[in-house]
């Protein structure tokens, strides 16, 4: 075994260019300055994680570390990129050399160099998740998998199961028996597929984004030389939002600093809420567990918000175990208490906070500088709703609009189809739901269904009662064989629809819509199907307040072209509420900010509670929202709310989070109804 020799570096005088104990506080300073070894940093909310980070970057260059020997890892392309700008812009040199970016490119990065020692050609393509979808669709077709009629989960939900079983480093048995009960008699045909996938990715020279982080830690482990080349050249690792780090990358992370143990790790482990994508909050919790004698730096200024704000975020993180404590200070001024807003539904809260925008706004706080929070996004129907009849602009950043999504429309074209039976968009959208079924079918049934309903005479509705399914069971000639099963199914339920006692009740045609199948299509063309089937539940209930099923569905049409509208003029007013999931939030600040639907069971959610590890994931996700508000907080709850699982309007329980809160943090605003009109 040949012996290790350390070479030490000849001491020399360094003539810093930054003044680092000016431009950092204490704890920055200690942190950016800190001696060579392993190093956890906890950088509290709105503390400076990226400032602190970009200065240890300048500091070890400035202290005569090559730039090809720091490696910087980052969870998007743009904070590495500003980062190396930063650094560029401080030391006023180039730092190009400099190895930084995502996991997922440095892997590319690599994998370019060495992709023929795990069995790829350097020149492979990557695929994105279209690609992903289609490569995985070709391999169900290859082993004559019907995924319509046996149940099977979709070729986009296979592509989440791999994903999460590869960044979990799990089997495939584990993660469907954890993430996807419902799939757990299909184990052995999701085995297969899976192998049958990662042969024809090989095959054909391509990677999926999984592929990038699995074939690169492959690559270290199996080839030694490989291994000691990275280990050896990168001396310096630094690590950026390490709270969010999956297993397979906290094991990257780990062999590339297995040499020098020159790792350095930045994040807030009261900041971890993605576990729900693969993120493993063990990864910082033991960091000074796997690098025995790690140190441990602090930094708990926070320059966002006021000191109000931060003490009921110290409270709100208090009731985590499982925790490196910290208490949150501030540099600002004192303000305004964050208020308490207890309603009296979601309707209420939803005038609440538009009434309170708009006064805001009177006072010189510009909509742009307001944000709705929320847990899920059905959360917020009510507040969509409001926000339009106001005419108050807004904007949604947590992806599609409620009532643009692809579920939520699937449901309401059922509702359409007995409202209106010449509606074609939503007849041809349900046809094309069933197996065999495609564009040319789905018209050519379409035109039949259109001869057999005839010329409408008078009420539309009253002229086809009792005639839809009829006009259906007409057409089983020109279905496809495939889809003969589906067909009777569709067909009878319309028919169920179509039954005076049930037609024109949306909450029962809702459900009933779920029962004859709909909640078994979700699971298998969905990932996130428990989320889906709540939306599409709260949509049932949502629609309680209208007084017809017309009535409804023309609301909804509103709304949506409105919201379509809002969109198309974005560019030409900017000044627009923001609404966002707490999740696709963290990151961003504003001055105000309102938290919504702060009941249990809503937030924390009902599925959390199964698990201490799950309600405190949800109070890390409750501390996320409070610290996003700078200068004003307003925590609502509505004290009723309708759910038709327990027959009507049910008493709400405040959230066990609000409880957790000191009284005299916060002040308490209760709403009364007043007779004038402004």
Not at 563 to 570: D, K, M, N, P, V
Request: net charge negative; glycine share 6%.
């Amino acid at each position: 075994m040949a012996r290790e020799y350390t070479l030490h570096k000849q001491e020399r005088s360094i003539d810093l260019r930054i003044d680092y104990a000016r431009e950092l506080n204490e704890q920055q300073h200690a942190a950016v300055t800190a001696a060579p070894g392993p190093s956890l940093v906890i950088a509290g909310a709105g503390a400076g994680k990226t400032r602190t980070l970009t200065y240890r970057v300048a500091y070890l260059l400035e202290n005569g570390v090559p730039e090809d020997r720091i490696l910087l890892l980052t969870f998007t392309n743009k904070a590495a990129k500003e980062m190396m700008t930063r650094v560029a812009d401080l030391l006023g040199s180039d730092v190009s050399r400099l190895w930084g970016g995502t996991f997922h490119s440095v892997g590319n990065r690599v994998l370019r160099r060495h992709a023929e020692k795990v069995g790829w050609k350097n020149d492979f393509s990557i695929l994105d998740r279209e690609d992903s979808k289609e490569l995985l669709s070709a391999c169900i077709d290859e082993a004559q998998i019907d995924v319509k009629a046996t149940r099977f989960p979709k070729a986009e939900v296979l592509r989440d199961v791999f994903s999460m079983a590869t960044n979990k480093c799990k089997s495939i048995p584990e993660t469907l028996s954890e993430s996807y009960p419902h799939f757990q008699n299909l184990t052995d045909s999701i085995e297969s597929l899976y192998a049958a996938y990662q042969q024809r990715k090989q095959a054909t020279n391509t990677m999926d984004f999984d592929d990038l982080l699995v074939q690169w830690l492959r690559l270290m482990e199996t080839n030694e030389e490989i291994r000691e080349q990275y280990q050896r050249r990168f001396e310096f690792v630094l690590v950026d939002e390490y709270q969010d780090t999956n297993q397979l990358q906290g094991d990257l992370i780990d062999l590339l600093a297995a040499r020098h143990k020159n790792v350095m790790v930045v994040g807030d482990d009261a900041q971890s809420i993605y576990s729900w994508r693969g993120a493993n909050f063990r990864n910082i919790l033991d960091f000074p567990k796997r690098y025995p004698g790690a140190k441990t730096y602090k930094i708990e200024t926070n320059y966002r918000s006021v000191p109000e704000i931060l003490a009921v975020a110290n409270a709100v993180i208090a009731g985590n175990t499982e925790q490196f404590h910290k208490e949150l200070g501030t540099w600002r001024d004192a303000g305004m208490k964050p208020a308490v807003v207890s309603c009296g539904d979601a309707g209420e809260q939803a005038m609440f906070i538009a009434q309170r925008a708009l006064e805001l706004r009177d006072e010189g706080i510009p909509l742009e500088d307001m944000m709705i929070l929320y847990r899920s996004h059905f959360h917020a129907m009510e507040m969509q709703l409001e926000l339009t009849r106001r005419n108050i602009p807004f904007a949604i950043t947590s992806g599609i609009r409620f009532f643009e999504q692809a579920h939520i429309k699937d449901v309401t074209a059922w509702l359409k189809l007995i409202c209106n039976p010449r509606d074609e968009l939503a007849f041809k959208r349900l046809a094309r739901m069933l197996p065999g079924v495609g564009g040319k079918t789905a018209d050519k049934l379409w035109q039949g269904f259109v001869r057999e309903l005839g010329e409408p005479t008078g009420d539309l509705v009253e002229a086809v009662d009792g005639s839809l399914a009829t006009a259906l069971q007409k057409l089983e000639v020109g279905v496809p064989k495939k889809a003969k099963v589906a067909w009777a199914q569709f067909t009878a339920t319309v028919s169920q629809l179509d039954e005076p006692s049930v037609r024109g009740n949306a909450i029962d045609m809702i459900q009933l819509v779920l029962d004859a199948g709909y909640e078994d299509y979700l699971q298998n063309a969905y990932e996130n199907w428990h989320s889906r089937l709540e939306d599409v539940q709260q949509l049932a209930e949502f629609s309680r307040q209208f007084d017809s099923l017309g009535e409804f569905l023309s609301e909804l049409a509103l709304l949506t072209n409105v919201e379509a509208e809002a969109e198309s003029s974005a560019d030409n007013d900017d000044e627009r509420i923001r609404l966002s999931t707490i999740h696709q939030a963290k990151g961003l600040e504003f001055r105000v900010v309102f938290v919504i639907m702060l009941c249990d069971g809503l937030f924390p959610s009902h599925r959390s509670l199964d698990s201490l590890a799950g309600e405190e994931e949800e109070r890390r996700l409750f501390y996320v929202a409070v610290t996003r508000a700078k200068d004003e907080l307003y925590l609502c709850y509505p004290l009723m709310r309708f759910m038709a699982s327990a027959g009507g309007e049910t008493m709400q329980q405040v959230s066990r989070f609000i409880g957790e809160i000191p009284s005299d943090l916060v002040e308490e605003w209760r709403l009364h109804s007043s007779d004038v009109p402004f």
